[in-house]
């Protein structure tokens, strides 16, 4: 009983422990994220630390005896002591969290610490705690608790090398008598409480982490309910009535005092404290806000000092202040102000954070639709009107439902569906584009259909990437793919479109072909040559293609439509490569 009383001693050693490296961003990072070698050396050092501490602050154990004189740290050990420690512990959380590598090197350097120290089982404490480290990593990799942080099979893995020690210590320890009393003394304290410290270590990171995810997730979804309620005012670009009512709407929703929108010239719209001298149509005055126009990047002030309102009796005295951002371009900002610095959080900065993205994005779609208001070319028209409004929302759903899920890829997504709407306005603008621009925006389409379906189709693509700075009409291959996706696999659960990009004849061949539902004839031979009504669709984007192209090149372009019913589709496209380029 005494013995299991300084045991759970050192085991408070391992809870404060914890308890720090939970409240460490960079340690919970490392923890969880996909680890590299400069990840696995941080663990490595981590670990292997917490075990040479564990060594040091141990219980010596004296010819069956609790030694009446233990101090809290032990240097050196005596050859007729043993020490009864908490080492396993640091060993086995290192093999579970970093995998065999990383057990491995823990166990090895702890190990060959403990043998430094001396004592009478010495070797074998040394050889247990290298064995500890291989088989925790080893079972964690096939146990996958890291992936599923399953308290109940980290505890065994604990107990396993804990009694793989004892073990050892029999088989190696010299004489086998008073190795067998040691063990008949420690073996159940130390697997005990060592399976204990595990599951209390477990316990502490796992709180701290569920946390963080639910003020992600809450912050996630308060930044997305502001979205779409502003959306439809930024859809009217920056001016004074949208920044008014998005200004109301977001210090409405989040605990500031004050909130302001800008564009590059002067106030467009302040809401709260501060509204007698932070008025509209006014030219920017503060240092900060001109600081943020200028580099483009989030800055925070904590003082009166750092905002640099020349009003002598403003009140606020700390601010976020976050540029709006249209094609990489910073065209505003948007500034929350506090009265108290306390009040500007962490969870506050990364919230505003969101925001900003999300703001320039609905801006960037604002654009989007201001430019297809003033197209004037027909045939460009008519493709832009290809991108249904269903498409966008049915995007913004699957984006909002992967928020509760995969937060990180609900980002890349958001990402994925602005360069897809920005390829639209760089096509709607330009004649010719470069052939990876196109790319791009083929790609960016097919992220966000195969996160809405996925493993409904593959698509392969083969590309000769030497051929990117070529110029082409835009919206060539996107609108064949997306042609293949609704209408070649709509009574199919999966299908194949292949891609292909390459050199022939001295000719850039453009190709899409799939193993869908396919077309008769009839149907093929009119196909591009004219706007056809049927129910499964009117064929105005393959009649645009076909148009732009033989418009830009003439006879030097070919285009090539081959289809058979319940075998597929393919498409084929010819063009000169020509250094021509039309701004």
């Given at each position: 009983?005494?013995?299991?009383?300084?045991m759970?001693?050192?085991?408070?050693?391992i809870?404060?422990?914890?308890?720090?490296?939970?409240?460490?961003?960079?340690?919970?990072?490392?923890?969880?994220?996909?680890?590299?070698?400069?990840?696995?050396?941080?663990?490595?050092i981590?670990?292997?630390?917490?075990?040479?501490?564990?060594?040091?602050?141990?219980i010596?154990?004296?010819?069956?005896?609790?030694?009446?004189?233990?101090?809290?740290?032990?240097?050196?050990?005596?050859?007729?002591e043993?020490?009864?420690?908490?080492r396993?512990?640091?060993?086995?959380?290192?093999?579970?969290?970093?995998?065999?590598?990383?057990?491995?090197?823990?166990?090895?350097?702890?190990?060959?610490?403990?043998?430094?120290?001396?004592?009478?089982?010495?070797?074998?404490c040394?050889?247990?705690t290298?064995?500890?480290?291989?088989?925790?990593?080893?079972?964690?990799?096939?146990?996958?608790?890291?992936?599923?942080?399953?308290?109940?099979?980290a505890?065994?893995?604990?107990?396993?090398?804990?009694?793989?020690?004892?073990?050892v210590?029999?088989?190696?320890?010299?004489?086998?008598?008073?190795?067998?009393?040691?063990?008949?003394?420690?073996a159940?304290?130390?697997?005990?409480?060592?399976?204990?410290?595990?599951?209390i270590f477990?316990?502490?990171?796992?709180?701290?982490?569920?946390e963080?995810?639910?003020?992600?997730a809450?912050?996630?979804?308060?930044a997305?309910?502001?979205?779409?309620?502003?959306?439809?005012?930024?859809?009217?670009?920056?001016?004074?009535?949208?920044?008014?009512?998005?200004?109301e709407?977001?210090?409405?929703?989040?605990?500031?005092?004050?909130?302001?929108?800008?564009?590059?010239?002067?106030?467009?719209?302040?809401?709260?404290?501060?509204e007698?001298?932070?008025?509209?149509?006014?030219?920017?005055?503060?240092?900060?806000?001109?600081?943020?126009?200028?580099e483009?990047?989030?800055?925070?002030?904590?003082?009166?000092?750092?905002?640099?309102?020349?009003?002598?009796?403003?009140?606020?005295s700390?601010?976020?202040?976050?540029?709006?951002?249209?094609?990489?371009?910073?065209?505003g900002?948007?500034?929350?102000?506090?009265?108290?610095?306390?009040?500007l959080?962490?969870?506050?900065?990364?919230?505003?954070?969101?925001?900003?993205?999300?703001?320039?994005?609905?801006?960037?779609?604002?654009?989007?639709e201001?430019?297809?208001?003033?197209?004037?070319?027909?045939e460009?028209?008519?493709?832009?009107?290809?991108?249904?409004?269903?498409f966008?929302?049915?995007?913004?759903?699957?984006i909002?439902s992967?928020?509760?899920?995969?937060?990180?890829?609900a980002?890349?997504l958001?990402?994925?569906?602005?360069?897809?709407?920005?390829?639209?306005?760089?096509?709607?603008?330009?004649?010719?584009?470069?052939?990876?621009?196109?790319?791009?925006?083929?790609?960016?389409?097919?992220?966000?259909?195969?996160?809405?379906?996925?493993?409904?189709?593959?698509?392969?693509?083969?590309?000769d990437?030497?051929?990117?700075?070529?110029?082409?009409?835009?919206?060539?291959?996107?609108?064949?793919?997306?042609?293949?996706?609704?209408?070649a696999?709509?009574?199919?659960?999966?299908?194949?479109?292949?891609?292909?990009?390459?050199?022939?004849?001295?000719?850039?061949?453009?190709?899409?072909?799939?193993?869908?539902?396919g077309?008769?004839?009839?149907?093929?031979?009119?196909?591009?040559?004219t706007?056809?009504?049927?129910?499964?669709?009117?064929?105005?984007?393959?009649?645009?293609?076909?148009?732009?192209?033989?418009?830009?090149?003439?006879?030097?372009?070919?285009?090539?439509?081959?289809?058979t019913?319940?075998?597929?589709?393919?498409?084929?496209?010819?063009?000169p490569?020509?250094?021509?380029?039309?701004?």
């Open positions: 009983m005494e013995l299991f009383l300084f759970l001693e050192r085991v408070g050693l809870i404060v422990f914890a308890f720090l490296m939970s409240r460490w961003r960079l340690f919970r990072g490392v923890l969880f994220k996909d680890q590299g070698v400069k990840e696995k050396v941080w663990l490595i981590i670990f292997s630390a917490l075990s040479i501490v564990s060594s040091y602050t141990g010596k154990i004296e010819s069956g005896t609790i030694n009446p004189l233990n101090q809290m740290i032990h240097s050196t050990i005596n050859a007729e043993a020490i009864a420690n908490t396993l512990i640091g060993v086995a959380i290192a093999g579970i969290f970093g995998g065999p590598l990383v057990g491995v090197s823990v166990g090895i350097i702890a190990g060959v610490h403990r043998i430094t120290l001396g004592g009478f089982t010495a070797i074998a040394g050889i247990s290298i064995l500890a480290g291989f088989i925790t990593g080893g079972l964690s990799n096939q146990l996958k608790i890291r992936q599923t942080f399953s308290y109940k099979k505890v065994i893995i604990g107990i396993c090398a804990e009694t793989l020690q004892m073990v210590i029999l088989l190696v320890a010299k004489p086998f008598e008073q190795a067998l009393q040691l063990v008949s003394i420690i159940l304290p130390m697997i005990f409480m060592n399976a204990f410290g595990i599951l477990f316990i502490i990171i796992k709180t701290f982490i569920d963080e995810e639910r003020t992600k809450l912050q996630t979804h308060q997305f309910s502001i979205a779409q309620q502003t959306i439809e005012h930024f859809r009217k670009g920056l001016n004074e009535e949208s920044c008014r009512t998005v200004a709407i977001i210090k409405r929703e989040i605990e500031v005092d004050a909130v302001a929108i800008t564009d590059t010239n002067g106030i467009l719209a302040h809401v709260g404290v501060g007698d001298h932070h008025v509209i149509h006014q030219e920017i005055v503060t240092a900060l806000t001109k600081r943020v126009l200028v483009g990047r989030i800055l925070t002030a904590t003082s009166a000092k750092e905002i640099s309102c020349p009003h002598e009796d403003c009140p606020l700390a601010a976020i202040v976050l540029p709006l951002k249209v094609q990489h371009k910073t065209v900002t948007l500034k929350l102000y506090f009265i108290n610095v306390s009040s959080t962490g969870a506050k900065k990364e919230l505003a954070e969101g925001l900003s993205r999300l703001f320039s994005s609905q801006l960037e779609y604002a654009e989007i201001q430019q297809r208001k003033l197209l004037k070319d027909a460009i028209k008519a493709l832009q009107a290809q991108v249904h409004p269903h966008f929302f049915n995007s913004l759903n699957t909002s992967l928020i509760r899920t995969d937060a990180d890829e980002r890349a958001l990402i994925k569906l602005s360069t897809f709407f920005r390829s639209n306005l760089q096509g709607a603008r330009q004649m010719l584009i470069p052939l990876k621009n196109e790319i791009d925006h083929v790609e960016a389409y097919l992220s966000i259909e195969q996160t809405r379906f996925p493993n409904r189709y593959d698509v392969q693509f083969h590309l990437e030497s051929l990117f700075d070529v110029h082409i009409p835009p919206f060539t291959l996107q609108p064949l793919v997306e042609n293949a996706i609704y209408h696999f709509k009574n199919r659960k999966e299908g194949k479109i292949d891609v292909k990009v390459q050199r022939l004849n001295n000719k850039l061949l453009l190709l899409t072909e799939d193993n869908g539902c077309m008769r004839e009839e149907q093929v031979k009119q196909l591009g040559k706007i056809m009504q049927s129910e499964q669709g009117t064929g105005t984007a393959i009649w645009n293609i076909y148009q732009r192209i033989h418009e830009i090149y003439g006879t030097e372009a070919d285009f090539h439509i081959s289809s019913l319940d075998v597929g589709t393919k498409i084929m496209i010819q063009l490569l020509k250094a021509t380029r039309w701004e």
